[in-house]
Protein backbone atom coordinates (compact mmCIF):
# COMPACT_ATOMS: atom_id res chain seq x y z
CA UNK A 1 0.00 0.00 0.00
CA UNK A 2 1.01 3.03 -0.97
CA UNK A 3 2.54 6.55 1.89
CA UNK A 4 -0.72 8.29 1.75
CA UNK A 5 -0.40 10.41 5.28
CA UNK A 6 2.34 11.83 8.08
CA UNK A 7 2.59 11.29 11.66
CA UNK A 8 4.33 13.19 13.48
CA UNK A 9 6.05 13.32 17.23
CA UNK A 10 5.69 17.14 18.91
CA UNK A 11 8.71 17.59 21.29
CA UNK A 12 12.13 17.58 19.85
CA UNK A 13 10.48 16.36 16.16
CA UNK A 14 8.75 19.39 15.81
CA UNK A 15 9.55 21.40 18.73
CA UNK A 16 12.84 21.60 20.84
CA UNK A 17 12.39 20.40 24.38
CA UNK A 18 15.01 21.22 26.98
CA UNK A 19 14.22 21.14 30.99
CA UNK A 20 16.95 23.57 31.93
CA UNK A 21 15.23 25.98 30.02
CA UNK A 22 13.09 26.51 33.38
CA UNK A 23 15.81 27.40 35.02
CA UNK A 24 17.71 29.55 32.82
CA UNK A 25 17.23 32.49 35.08
CA UNK A 26 16.95 30.79 38.80
CA UNK A 27 19.68 28.84 38.21
CA UNK A 28 22.72 31.03 36.17
CA UNK A 29 25.32 28.69 36.23
CA UNK A 30 25.16 26.01 33.42
CA UNK A 31 26.76 23.16 35.42
CA UNK A 32 24.35 23.76 38.38
CA UNK A 33 21.12 23.53 36.43
CA UNK A 34 22.29 20.82 34.73
CA UNK A 35 22.92 19.25 37.80
CA UNK A 36 19.47 19.93 38.90
CA UNK A 37 17.68 18.78 36.09
CA UNK A 38 19.64 15.52 36.18
CA UNK A 39 18.51 15.09 40.01
CA UNK A 40 15.78 16.73 40.91
CA UNK A 41 13.22 17.64 38.06
CA UNK A 42 14.20 14.97 35.92
CA UNK A 43 13.01 13.83 32.34
CA UNK A 44 11.99 10.73 34.02
CA UNK A 45 10.21 12.29 36.77
CA UNK A 46 8.27 14.99 34.41
CA UNK A 47 7.19 11.51 32.46
CA UNK A 48 4.27 11.25 35.22
CA UNK A 49 2.60 14.74 33.38
CA UNK A 50 2.34 12.73 30.35
CA UNK A 51 0.97 10.30 31.59
CA UNK A 52 -1.57 12.45 33.15
CA UNK A 53 -0.55 13.42 36.75
CA UNK A 54 -1.24 17.23 37.09
CA UNK A 55 1.26 19.37 37.75
CA UNK A 56 -0.21 20.08 41.33
CA UNK A 57 0.55 16.96 42.58
CA UNK A 58 3.99 16.40 41.04
CA UNK A 59 5.23 19.76 42.55
CA UNK A 60 3.86 18.40 45.35
CA UNK A 61 5.66 15.05 46.19
CA UNK A 62 8.60 15.96 44.46
CA UNK A 63 8.50 19.28 47.29
CA UNK A 64 8.13 16.81 49.81
CA UNK A 65 11.12 14.55 48.82
CA UNK A 66 13.27 17.97 48.09
CA UNK A 67 12.13 20.68 50.56
CA UNK A 68 15.14 22.94 50.37
CA UNK A 69 14.44 22.70 46.27
CA UNK A 70 10.57 23.96 46.89
CA UNK A 71 10.92 27.13 45.60
CA UNK A 72 12.92 26.15 42.05
CA UNK A 73 10.29 23.02 42.27
CA UNK A 74 7.26 25.25 41.48
CA UNK A 75 9.08 26.73 38.50
CA UNK A 76 8.48 23.63 36.59
CA UNK A 77 4.94 24.43 36.75
CA UNK A 78 4.58 28.28 36.39
CA UNK A 79 7.54 28.74 33.88
CA UNK A 80 6.85 25.22 32.04
CA UNK A 81 7.00 27.15 28.36
CA UNK A 82 10.54 27.69 28.82
CA UNK A 83 11.08 24.54 28.70
CA UNK A 84 9.75 24.66 24.94
CA UNK A 85 12.38 27.19 23.26
CA UNK A 86 11.58 27.36 19.57
CA UNK A 87 10.52 25.23 16.97
CA UNK A 88 13.40 22.28 15.16
CA UNK A 89 14.70 23.59 12.45
CA UNK A 90 13.33 22.59 9.16
CA UNK A 91 10.33 20.27 9.95
CA UNK A 92 7.92 23.12 9.92
CA UNK A 93 8.86 23.64 6.38
CA UNK A 94 7.89 20.66 5.89
CA UNK A 95 4.75 20.20 7.42
CA UNK A 96 3.84 23.26 5.36
CA UNK A 97 4.79 21.75 1.81
CA UNK A 98 3.04 18.59 2.66
CA UNK A 99 -0.02 20.59 3.60
CA UNK A 100 0.01 22.41 -0.05
CA UNK A 101 0.44 19.37 -1.43
CA UNK A 102 -2.67 18.22 0.54
CA UNK A 103 -1.21 15.63 2.14
CA UNK A 104 -3.14 14.58 5.37
CA UNK A 105 -0.70 14.89 8.46
CA UNK A 106 -1.47 14.04 12.23
CA UNK A 107 0.65 13.67 15.26
CA UNK A 108 0.98 11.45 18.54
CA UNK A 109 2.79 12.92 21.25
CA UNK A 110 3.62 12.07 24.94
CA UNK A 111 2.63 15.25 26.31
CA UNK A 112 0.62 16.42 29.85
CA UNK A 113 -2.93 17.98 29.83
CA UNK A 114 -1.64 21.36 31.09
CA UNK A 115 1.38 21.65 29.70
CA UNK A 116 -0.50 20.99 26.46
CA UNK A 117 -2.93 23.78 27.20
CA UNK A 118 -0.10 26.19 27.55
CA UNK A 119 1.48 25.10 24.45
CA UNK A 120 -0.72 24.55 21.91
CA UNK A 121 -2.06 28.30 21.36
CA UNK A 122 1.88 29.34 20.94
CA UNK A 123 2.48 27.15 17.90
CA UNK A 124 0.27 27.28 15.25
CA UNK A 125 1.97 25.06 13.10
CA UNK A 126 0.04 22.11 14.26
CA UNK A 127 -3.46 23.85 12.92
CA UNK A 128 -2.41 21.36 9.73
CA UNK A 129 -2.68 18.16 12.00
CA UNK A 130 -5.90 16.81 11.19
CA UNK A 131 -6.33 15.08 14.28
CA UNK A 132 -3.67 14.73 17.30
CA UNK A 133 -3.86 11.98 20.23
CA UNK A 134 -2.08 13.29 22.82
CA UNK A 135 -0.44 10.83 25.76
CA UNK A 136 -2.54 12.02 29.16
CA UNK A 137 -5.87 12.61 27.61
CA UNK A 138 -5.66 9.10 26.82
CA UNK A 139 -4.06 7.59 29.62
CA UNK A 140 -1.56 6.01 26.96
CA UNK A 141 1.72 6.59 26.32
CA UNK A 142 4.26 5.44 23.76
CA UNK A 143 5.80 3.28 23.19
CA UNK A 144 3.01 1.56 24.49
CA UNK A 145 1.35 -0.12 21.29
CA UNK A 146 -2.43 0.44 22.61
CA UNK A 147 -1.81 4.65 21.82
CA UNK A 148 -0.64 3.30 18.26
CA UNK A 149 -3.64 1.44 17.57
CA UNK A 150 -5.86 4.08 18.99
CA UNK A 151 -4.65 6.59 16.56
CA UNK A 152 -4.82 4.57 13.60
CA UNK A 153 -8.58 4.42 14.55
CA UNK A 154 -8.59 7.83 15.44
CA UNK A 155 -6.83 8.66 12.11
CA UNK A 156 -9.31 5.90 10.02
CA UNK A 157 -6.05 4.73 8.40
CA UNK A 158 -4.14 1.52 7.93
CA UNK A 159 -0.85 2.01 9.66
CA UNK A 160 0.86 0.77 6.11
CA UNK A 161 -0.30 4.16 4.67
CA UNK A 162 1.10 5.86 7.44
CA UNK A 163 4.65 7.70 7.92
CA UNK A 164 5.21 8.50 11.67
CA UNK A 165 8.78 10.18 12.04
CA UNK A 166 9.86 10.10 16.12
CA UNK A 167 13.13 11.09 17.67
CA UNK A 168 12.91 8.21 20.32
CA UNK A 169 14.19 4.77 19.00
CA UNK A 170 11.42 2.90 21.49
CA UNK A 171 8.84 4.61 19.87
CA UNK A 172 10.05 3.76 16.13
CA UNK A 173 10.52 0.05 17.16
CA UNK A 174 7.12 0.09 18.40
CA UNK A 175 5.15 1.61 15.27
CA UNK A 176 7.41 -0.73 12.98
CA UNK A 177 6.44 -3.86 14.73
CA UNK A 178 3.07 -2.51 13.88
CA UNK A 179 3.23 -2.20 10.24
CA UNK A 180 3.60 1.77 10.05
CA UNK A 181 6.31 3.08 7.90
CA UNK A 182 8.85 4.75 9.91
CA UNK A 183 11.83 7.64 10.14
CA UNK A 184 13.61 7.93 13.71
CA UNK A 185 14.81 11.45 13.30
CA UNK A 186 17.75 12.67 14.40
CA UNK A 187 17.56 16.47 13.40
CA UNK A 188 18.20 16.05 10.43
CA UNK A 189 15.55 17.27 8.60
CA UNK A 190 17.26 17.19 4.90
CA UNK A 191 17.46 13.25 5.83
CA UNK A 192 13.75 13.10 6.68
CA UNK A 193 12.95 15.23 3.03
CA UNK A 194 14.71 12.29 0.97
CA UNK A 195 12.19 9.94 2.90
CA UNK A 196 8.96 11.43 1.82
CA UNK A 197 10.41 12.16 -1.60
CA UNK A 198 10.96 8.58 -1.55
CA UNK A 199 7.71 7.58 -0.34
CA UNK A 200 6.26 10.19 -2.83
CA UNK A 201 4.70 12.32 -0.32
CA UNK A 202 6.86 15.17 -1.57
Known sequence: MSVEAVVWDIGRVLVQFDLSGIYAEAIPDRAERARFVSEVVTED????????????????????????????????????LASLPGPVPGTHELIERLAARQVPQYAITNFGIESWGLFRPTFPILDHMGDIV?????????????????????????????????????????????????????GDPDVLEQRMRALGLL
Open 45 to 80: WHAQHDEGVPFAQMVAARTAQFPQHADLIALYASNW
Open 134 to 186: ISAVERLVKPDPAIFHLAARRFGRAPETMLFIDDNAANIATARSLGWHVHHFV
